[in-house]
């Protein structure tokens, strides 16, 4: 007896291949479009909206409406860790 012989079945393949193709666009989109709902905490005193005035001990900075300015560093200063020195109030 002879083995039935298998056809391919273009529009099943092309069906497989949209579904495929939909589903990945479909979860590149919600991670695209959804919200982030988690508020990660700031890194050091210059990435925290509420301090208005930071230091590494060879700077000082202050945050203005326009921007952060910081002070020029001494010659010899060894610059430490960030710390803030002036939080916004409430």
Do not use: K
């Not at 099943?12 to 291949?17: Q, S």
């Not at 890194?43 to 952060?68: F, H, I």
């Amino acid at each position: 007896m002879s083995q039935p012989l298998h056809r391919p079945n273009p529009l099943g393949e092309r069906l497989a291949a949209f579904g495929i193709a939909a589903l990945v666009v479909a979860t590149v989109l919600v991670g695209v479009f959804a919200p982030d709902r988690r508020e990660s905490p700031p890194r050091t005193a210059a990435d925290d909206p509420a301090c208005l005035e930071w230091s590494n001990g060879c700077q000082v900075c202050q945050r203005w409406p326009e921007g952060p300015a910081c002070s020029l560093p001494g010659i010899a200063c060894q610059p430490g860790a960030l710390h803030c020195l002036r939080h916004r109030d409430g």
